[in-house]
């Protein structure tokens, strides 16, 4: 008896572990594989294919990777242009493939792991109704040849990035994955941001940039030596702005707080080079609201990490206005004129050209509205005709159609999706601030409650800004939009108390 306990007790120091004799069997098949891929492919062949692998495994234990790729490709300094394509019948982005190969991840998940429960969240049915009516609406146009196929398929395309509100909540099932997540989304946004600033100094001449890169025009008066920059991944650096904004009256910790401004420093300067004076306009109201609401502690907190940046912007400003001829000089009063141009009554009365051309798109709009109510026209269908006021002849003859572009984005929805549409994203915007505004002080983790209300803010200020930009339909937002849609839902689910001890007693 005692020899057999002996014997029992050896059992595990020679006899492998079923783990470990996969890891074996793995590397066996591995070596196997790299020998016979050797003599029959080249090379470069052999590491690509293993590289594909590798990343595949990747994927599978942290699928939210495959997220922060999604933007790289999106939103970051990458432009539509430059995305690698797969073609096979039909051509898809690199990003697509992501896309859609996280859904079917998912829904394999689903199939094959028992313990893999779909996560239900209050904003799945508005979200669904809303990609639904649209899409319903759009075939039917390509049905009646309304819209050329193509063109549906390349709307289609950039409104199925909404889709990544469900990779979120399904395949993001850890706080690890979750705060992998929004580091990776400041670290891309903090790239962007150093980027735009060598932009700004090299200048429009030189452009390291996709997207627009041009000297600025406020009030059809250029200013040829500003340079303003809109990458694609600037909509990354507004929605990192917020977040490290409402850090500081939820930190305590000095060196913190120091790094925090530092990043609010360079993004804010990000956010200047964009020109874009009506989400500035839209961002100046949202934080007075959010200052209001604040309890004295944390306004507290706030306003004197503010006056430490106000105190070194004052010494900034004495430096730049040492000499007032040079091009960072030139960059504050060339932002303070424009900004200044939403409160000059001229601006709304026939004086600047980019508003006038908004309000000719705008009746149009109505005309069209008035016309296809219900589920509207689609997406990519025109909406007006040629009209040179707004369309223009290039050096070449041909002539920039514009007829389906319109800027203010609650107008596109009701276009595109009509009012079941519009209503269907009244209702998710409506549902995610409820229960934003809710929970958000019930968030049991400093840096998250940030986090959740940096994302109503930035999402206030989308709404807002939207009368003059149509941020629902831009490839550079609709990921981002379902991802912050999404991370709300994961932080409520993960930091709540009522949650954390709903999770407690699951794992007991």
């Known amino acids: 008896m005692k020899a057999n306990r002996m014997f029992e007790r050896r059992i595990p120091r020679y006899i492998p572990s079923m783990q470990a004799v996969l890891q074996i069997l793995a590397a066996v098949i591995a070596g196997l594989a790299i020998g016979y891929g050797s003599l029959e492919y080249t090379p470069v062949a052999v590491i690509g294919i293993l590289t594909g692998f590798l990343l595949f495994f990747i ?3 942290r699928p939210e990777t495959v997220l922060i790729g999604i933007l790289i490709l999106t939103s970051s300094i990458l432009f539509e242009d430059q995305m690698p394509r797969i073609s096979f019948g039909v051509s898809l982005h690199l990003s697509d493939i992501f896309l859609f190969g996280m859904l079917g991840l998912t829904a394999i998940r689903y199939l094959m792991e028992k313990d893999f429960t779909p996560v239900r969240t209050p904003l799945d049915v508005p979200l669904l109704i809303f990609i639904g009516v649209t899409i319903v609406s759009t075939l039917m146009a390509v049905y009646q040849s309304s819209v050329e196929a193509e063109m549906a398929r390349r709307s289609i395309r950039v409104f199925s990035y909404y889709l990544t509100f469900f990779i979120v909540t399904q395949l993001v099932r850890d706080r690890s994955q979750l705060k992998l997540l929004l580091i990776c989304i400041l670290s891309l ?60 009256a939820e930190e305590k910790s000095q060196w913190r707080v120091s790094f925090y401004l530092i990043l609010l420093l360079l993004l804010g300067l990000a956010i200047v080079l964009t020109f874009l ?70 601006t709304f009365q026939g004086a600047d050209s980019s508003l006038n051309w908004r309000l000719i798109e705008n009746q149009y709009a109505y005309a069209a509205i008035a016309a296809h109510p219900l589920i509207g026209l689609g997406m990519g269908t025109p909406y007006r005709p040629l009209d040179f006021r707004l369309d223009y002849r290039t050096a070449d003859g041909r002539v920039t159609n514009g007829s389906s572009f319109i800027h203010n984005g609650h107008l596109r ?52 800004s939207a009368v003059a930009n149509s941020t629902f339909m831009q490839w550079r937002w609709t990921p981002l939009l379902g991802m912050i849609f999404a991370v709300n839902e994961v932080v409520y689910r993960f930091y709540l108390p009522a949650c954390e001890a709903l999770a407690a007693d699951d794992a007991k």
């Open 59 to 61: 994927v599978l234990k």
């Open 189 to 248: 946004a903090i790239v962007v941001a150093i980027a735009m600033v060598a932009q700004f100094m090299l200048g429009s001449s030189v452009q390291i940039l996709p997207g627009r890169v041009e000297a600025l025009v406020t009030q059809d008066a250029t200013f040829d030596d500003i340079t303003r920059i809109l990458p694609p991944g600037w909509s990354t650096v507004m929605i990192s702005f917020m977040a490290v904004l409402c850090l500081l």
């Open 277 to 346: 004076r009506s989400y500035w306009g839209a961002m100046t109201g949202v934080i007075a609201f959010w200052v209001c609401i604040l309890k004295s502690g944390e306004r507290s907190r706030f306003f004197s990490a503010v006056l430490t940046l106000i105190f070194v912007g004052a010494i900034i400003l004495l430096v730049v206005f040492g000499d007032p001829e040079s091009r960072a000089a030139r960059l504050v009063y060339a932002s303070m004129d424009r900004f200044a141009t939403l409160g000059e009554a001229d």
């Open 413 to 464: 929805i009701l276009i595109q999706s009509g009012v079941l549409g519009y209503l269907s994203l009244v209702w998710l915007s409506g549902l995610f601030l409820y229960r934003g505004f809710k929970f958000w002080r019930a968030v049991s983790h400093e840096q998250m409650k940030a986090v959740v209300m940096g994302n109503l803010l930035v999402y206030l200020v989308i709404l807002i």
